[in-house]
């Protein structure tokens, strides 16, 4: 196991950083999976147990968000691990722990048990899906800093781009074991997609390289001009966490995302519901992809054009036009197909930013605590994510659950949904709007300052 030790990961003079982003591609695109789950919700509420027992959407949908909140648990539990064990250690744990959760809950497909489901894509998964986050983000920022916000762009892309792959893998593999007899296709469909990512992310494992401590990307000279939230010293993880600042950017992620959560819980049966007789299920799932290539494509086009717009500004963007297209969602559907391209080009702007969210949170932190412990400091954040994972669909289950029940208008269960999340991204344009330099207090004395780019101590 001396090959996954972070030393032997060091790159040698003349490695081309530009190989690095497919190796941490190669880890989001399969850990992105998860925002393809919903393929499997109704194949798992059409089940049976041996007494006729079947699940209901809302204990279908806590396997969701278990996953999304032990991925931010996880990130925050060994994100400073992480910084002294390397990235390619963190990323082959990552795989096994990924893989693993597939071969565990497709047990509890197979008998009827939603506990080992829990067990196995909730929490050994979600361990997977935290490690496999976090590891290429510190590498990549050391890699590029000149480009920070490219850097995570290239990263987190992927993990938004995973349904684009986990969604048709899904139902062609199900389609696959239905057509040869299997009755219930779902457990030999999870042990397939649980190979497959396993062997994927170890692609990723294996190649993923770090700099060496003195490397510098050639004609790069560190900018001696002060921005304004650009620190040129560290603050270390422990001291991160005391900061005003760190917590207004948990405020800024949490909004964010479950803002964002707010379409991609319920995107499918919204459209359908919004144009129904015009919008049928093959639509309503192109829908859903073009919702995952936008927030795919948001990652990498705002983290890069925060590079120059900076990172308080283009969260600015996000809280300002967001709120409005937010509040005009509802007011677009209706039983006229000619508003369905309207709505659909309102939802995926509104996408671009969810995703821009992530991506240019890691480049955020950079600028405000330095590269030091940014693996670490980010892992921590990501709470914000699994806070969001489950506040999120509360919100708009139990809204919507609530509708159904009192036999009123689902429609207007989705407008007051979508405007509880108008309120919530206003909240994030404060928490944005608030945040400033940090102060010298919590700086790092005995450690270097200005951009770091060697190995954590």
Known sequence: MSFLDRDRSVAHPGFSRWLVPPAALAIH???????????FKNPLLALHGADGSVWSLKEVGYIFSIAIAVLG?????????????????AMAYAAVCFGLGFQIASFGAAHHSLALIYLGYGFVGGVGLGLGYISPVSTLIKWFPDRPGLATGLAIMGFGGGALIGAPLGNELMAHFKAHGHVNPIPSTWITMGILYFLFMLYGAFTIRVP???????????????????????????????????????????????????ILEQASPMIQDFFKGHIGVAAATGFVGMLSLFNMGGRFLWASVSDFLGRKATYFVFFTIGPVLYFLMPFLGS???????????????????????????????????????????????????????????????GILDHYKAAGLNRLDGYRVVLHIMVGLLVVGFLANLLVRPVAERFWMKDAPAGDYSGAAH
């Open 212 to 262: 060496a401590p003195d490397w510098k990307p050639e004609g790069y000279v560190p900018s001696t001009t002060q921005r304004a939230l650009v620190s040129t010293h560290n603050v270390a993880v422990t001291q991160a966490w005391k900061t005003a600042q760190f917590w207004l950017l948990w405020i800024v992620l949490f909004t964010n995302v479950t803002a964002g959560i707010g």
């Open 73 to 89: 648990l996880s990130a925050a539990l060994f994100g400073a691990w992480l910084e002294k064990a390397g990235p390619r250690r």
């Open 335 to 397: 039983n006229h197909t000619n508003s369905v391209p309207l709505f659909v080009t309102v939802a995926c702007i509104a996408l671009t930013f969810y995703g821009g969210g992530f991506a240019t949170i890691p480049a955020y932190l950079k600028d405000l605590f330095g590269g030091f412990n940014v693996s670490a400091i980010h892992g921590r954040l990501l709470t914000a994510w699994s806070t969001a994972g489950i506040v999120g669909p509360l919100i708009v289950n």
């Open 29 to 39: 695109l399969s850990i992105g999976q998860a925002y393809a789950f919903s393929v």
